[in-house]
């Protein structure tokens, strides 16, 4: 081969304009500064920053976290500190990088959402993700996200007060993702953004206690990789709507392999913790992929799978 | 992350073991209290890191120590590592122990494995009086006894049993130990019971003291939240990150319930 | 200690009494005989074998299982001789040793569900198990396994005609696990087991093709250890009756965790893969922690999880 | 489940390497064509065994041969594995080759790391007239030559690039073979298309064929079902299973598709 072109990384996801498909997922990055010592933000396609809520919010009792078999447990429960602060003092730090910023904002009431996503509005964020689906906060968002109506609800709501590209994330923890999913996009969304984390629980045999001071938490990591790539399958399948997907994402592969289930994007968080070079490195390695097999872009794997 | 050669090896009980790192970087960055994020691996049985402190330094053989008792799968799996392969570490990460002026007195106080990250504390601050004062389980348990006796002017050690040292407590050492003298600063790594005892009679005796705190960590850097531990804020609490504003806390900022 | 007395391993799941809590998963066991090269099948406290149907059924188009991070996919699609050919030539096999022999049965009609119900009552079986919840039958369990009506109307028809214990099986596949198990209580079910596999999904990005010949299949092993978890702790305090645990158990360790969250029995599938010696095992495992813990009998560990 | 002495490992391409284990008991039972179930390992990235035929036996030694290709998780882990160090099989499993009386005549065809479980039936068939046809990628990928060469009269290599021996296929080979003469039985192992043509080609000759069948497998046992395999029964088919009823199956039983 002559002159070697590399293919385009760049996409769309519903208005949402990045260099390359790869997100950092929310709650695993923090607010993209402890990062930003080892690698230069600028390399990521997103960054979606923790959960924010429109008051600071001091989060569960410890432990927080747990170890399971290729996989993780938690239950941080939306430690944030208040969407203001995020304005004030996040946005700055991360506009000295090029890299889209997404503000992943949650919620108590389907009025507390109106108005975080009132104030996102208004800030410098290049996307609303909205998480109605975090496990953790017993009032918040596990109601609205499971189940049609609530979905329905919260997104209609918020679609009237939102000025941003309006991305909502689903939880796993459903009978029926696609009906969710096309509730969601009947209701307004612009993209959708899946998996969050699967509710499970650890326990310590020798206390007989929960490993996890908030008895259950939320389970990701390698080992909900399948289910999530079932999810992003079915989903993409369901709606017409970019679908941006995650759940136990570590490698260019993994990434790939969403990708061909219908993902436009992808998230990476627990992944980052055992070796934060992969948002970078996974960058790289879909480009060896499109690359090596002749895709032009990344968006021509989007849902380039074959059925037996 | 950054690969470090293992020099050494040496288990220092049945179920604790020296790994020495040859490593001019960790040498010439770590500070005590500090700790690495140490990779086990890349089995899924273990598959975040392991946070362990660093224990000691040595500028002569160009190495640096952690001391880890092996307890689940991934200090098991880090036991098995052999000299001259490469471990995965992030760090030196968090907060140093604050150190005390040259020629003021301090006194260490360390609960079984607790006491490794206070050997390089001991160690870098010469010019200061130091008394080491080290509960352990049993006899068996006893580990470094030498390091902290040659890296103090004073030594003391408590067993629960008796099988070495007085029978009692750390506390119990640092509870005579404070009746007699008021050291510039009280530090103290080990259970959090015994943590939450030795504060309070620092406290009692008025003296400063500072703790290393532990929790299940995710990140290590400070991103994901999960290594919270509970801080005065005011007349209530906050979560404060171990990883992050810690490991090293004033002992008077622990919430300890 | 004088006379070290060992603990009672006898559990009686209602009605279904065993000599210790550990069976083997249906599914993963075929009907015993394979596994009787390498163990005294006599040492387990029941078997629950290959899921039945009242005709044989010869499965779905392989490659009929995939490996993801620390679990399994499967897409079997319940390849089975049928009852008829169980009766006749399993029951005889299995009855050579002294082991609860629990029936899997699964159909696709709430009147398969009631045929096949009232074959097995007469035949030598300690147990009748429904797999309402096996994902890989199109119409078969999967509907009625995921909603509550659908667990009622099957299970309300099938206690009719059940003249052994009833346990019914739960598919994890869904909002709200009590939901689902105070319904099957309701109906009539004995006790509950619980989970089966979850909905997953594994790409070929070589081939681009999904590595199930079916597409998706059921996630089981480790990796769903968490999820298992969680649902049993929460369906054990949902209901009254007794609740077989499973989903990634592969040490005592693990049972005891299952035990400690509710479960009266376990049962083990996946894990006997990698390991037979798993399912023996795993008794001595349990027997130790019962010693060394001062229980005096299994049926002390269920429940005994203290809370924050 | 036994714990095997693994004896020597020896790479025999950039990508295949020979396991030698060390054991009787495998010497005593193991039959060609059967498999081994092999455990990589305890880490979760490679959780399920992994089938391996039975490539040799050496009753001097005391040692059998596995000869694997370095594909995935599971296979890079078994190659990491130093000898004097145990691993975990399961087996000898499944059925053999079917072996053709004294005096009589046989073709193997092998393609690529489907040649292998081939040597252990040459071996074990010396009052046989024997002729091996073996095809491969390119000249990199030629493995076990002298092996096959010294265990048949007459040995026929293809390679895809024609970098050695013939250019083409095993199946072309076989082509030309069966016009010259017919042996009682050919025995095949390789890729399925691969294997389909071949079985095509002896049916089309009235020649009795054998396949060893490969699949993605559980248990390894019969137990779980899922290396099913299409088979015929009567008008239609039925899923068989690899590792019980095969991986050994007459050529003719099998519905490719
Ligand atoms: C800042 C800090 C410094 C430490 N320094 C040392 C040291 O110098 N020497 C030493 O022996 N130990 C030290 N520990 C404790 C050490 O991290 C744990 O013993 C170790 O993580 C247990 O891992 P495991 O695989 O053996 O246990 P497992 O029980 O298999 O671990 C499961 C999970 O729980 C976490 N975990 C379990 N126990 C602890 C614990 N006590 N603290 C934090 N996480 C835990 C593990 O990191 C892992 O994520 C330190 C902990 C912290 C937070
Ligand atoms: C009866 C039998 C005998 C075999 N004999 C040999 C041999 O002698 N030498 C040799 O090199 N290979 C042999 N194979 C193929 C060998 O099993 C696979 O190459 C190996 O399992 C791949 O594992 P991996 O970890 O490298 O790949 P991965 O892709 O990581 O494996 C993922 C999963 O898929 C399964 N898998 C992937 N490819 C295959 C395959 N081709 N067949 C069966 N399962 C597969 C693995 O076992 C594992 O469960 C045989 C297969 C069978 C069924
Ligand atoms: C520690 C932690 C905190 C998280 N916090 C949030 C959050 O605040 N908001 C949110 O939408 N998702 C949150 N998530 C879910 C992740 O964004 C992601 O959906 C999930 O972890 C699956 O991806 P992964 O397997 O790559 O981590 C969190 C996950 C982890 C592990
Ligand atoms: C290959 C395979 C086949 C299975 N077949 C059945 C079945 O026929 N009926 C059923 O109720 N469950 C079936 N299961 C589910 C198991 O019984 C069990 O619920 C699940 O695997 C979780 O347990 P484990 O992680 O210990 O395997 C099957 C599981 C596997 C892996
Ligand atoms: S471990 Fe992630 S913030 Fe401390
Ligand atoms: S692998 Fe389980 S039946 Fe063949």
Chains 1, 3 share one sequence.
Not at chain 1, 110 to 130: G, R
Not at chain 1, 235 to 258: E, Q
Not at chain 2, 61 to 67: H, N
Not at chain 2, 121 to 130: A, D, H, I, K, Q
Request: aromatic share 6%; charged share 20%.
């Amino acid at each position: 081969m002559s002159a070697e072109k590399t293919a385009d990384l760049r996409v769309n996801v519903a208005g949402l304009r990045m260099k390359n498909p790869v997100i950092a997922a929310s709650g695993t990055f923090g607010f993209g500064r402890e990062y930003a010592e080892y690698f230069d933000l600028s390399l990521l396609g997103g960054i979606s920053v923790k959960g924010l809520t429109l008051e600071p919010r001091m989060g569960n009792r410890p432990p927080r976290i747990a170890e399971t078999p290729a996989g993780v447990l938690n239950s941080v429960g939306l430690q944030n500190p208040g969407v203001h602060r995020f304005i004030e003092r996040e946005i700055p730090f991360l506009r000295q990088y090029d890299v889209a910023v997404i503000a992943n904002a949650s919620g108590s009431t389907v009025a507390d959402y109106e108005a975080i996503v009132e104030i996102l509005s208004d800030a410098d964020v290049d996307c609303i993700e909205l998480n109605l689906s975090c496990p953790n906060v017993r009032q918040g968002g596990m109601t609205f996200g499971s189940s049609a109506c609530g979905i329905t609800e919260v997104v209609t709501a918020v679609r009237k007060k939102c000025r941003k590209p309006l991305m909502v994330k689903l939880t796993p923890n459903v009978t029926d993702i696609t009906e969710i999913a096309r509730a969601s996009e009947a209701a307004g969304a612009d993209s959708l953004s899946l998996i969050n984390t699967v509710l499970g629980m650890a326990i310590d045999i020798e206390t007989r206690r929960p490993v996890l001071g908030n008895t259950v938490g939320g389970l990701s990591g390698p080992a909900v990789k399948p289910i999530a790539l079932r999810m992003v399958w079915q989903v993409a399948r369901a709606v017409a709507i970019p679908v941006v997907g995650m759940g136990g994402i570590s490698s260019g592969s993994d990434a790939v392999a969403f990708m061909l289930a219908g993902a436009s994007a992808v998230m990476i968080g627990t992944a980052g913790f055992v070796d934060p070079m992969v948002w970078p490195r996974t960058i790289g390695e879909i480009t060896e992929y499109l690359d090596k097999h002749g895709f032009s872009g990344a968006g021509k794997l989007t849902g380039a799978l074959e059925l037996w | 992350m950054h690969l470090e050669q293992v020099a050494g090896m040496e288990w220092l009980s049945p179920d604790v073991i020296r790994m020495v790192l040859k490593s001019e970087r960790l040498v010439s960055s770590a500070k005590p209290g500090q700790f690495l994020n140490v990779r086990c691996g890349d089995s899924y049985r273990a598959y975040l890191r392991r946070p362990i402190s660093i224990c000691d330094v040595n500028r002569e053989s160009g190495t640096a120590d952690i001391v880890f008792q092996v307890r689940g799968a991934g200090t098991e799996l880090l036991a098995g590592v052999k000299p001259g392969e490469f471990v995965d570490v992030m760090g030196p990460l968090g907060n140093p122990f604050k150190p005390v002026q040259p020629g003021g007195s301090m006194v260490v106080v360390g609960g079984g494995i607790g006491s490794f990250p206070l050997l390089l504390l001991l160690r870098t601050m010469p010019e200061v009086r130091r008394k080491a004062l080290l509960g352990f389980r049993s006899h068996e348990a006893v580990v470094l006894e030498e390091a902290f006796a040659s890296n103090s002017e004073r030594l003391e050690i408590a067993t629960d049993d008796g099988s070495h040292g007085q029978a009692g407590f750390a506390t119990n050492l640092l509870e005579r130990c404070l009746e007699q003298e008021k050291p510039d600063c009280v530090y103290v790594c080990g259970p959090l019971p015994m943590m939450k005892a030795a504060v309070g009679i620092c406290m009692h005796h008025d003296v400063a003291v500072q703790v290393s705190m532990e929790q299940r960590m995710g990140c290590g850097v400070g991103a994901c939240l999960v290594c919270a531990c509970k801080t005065r804020d005011g007349e209530g609490f906050a979560y404060t990150h171990v990883c992050r504003e810690g490991p090293v806390f004033d002992g008077r900022e622990i919430v300890f319930d």
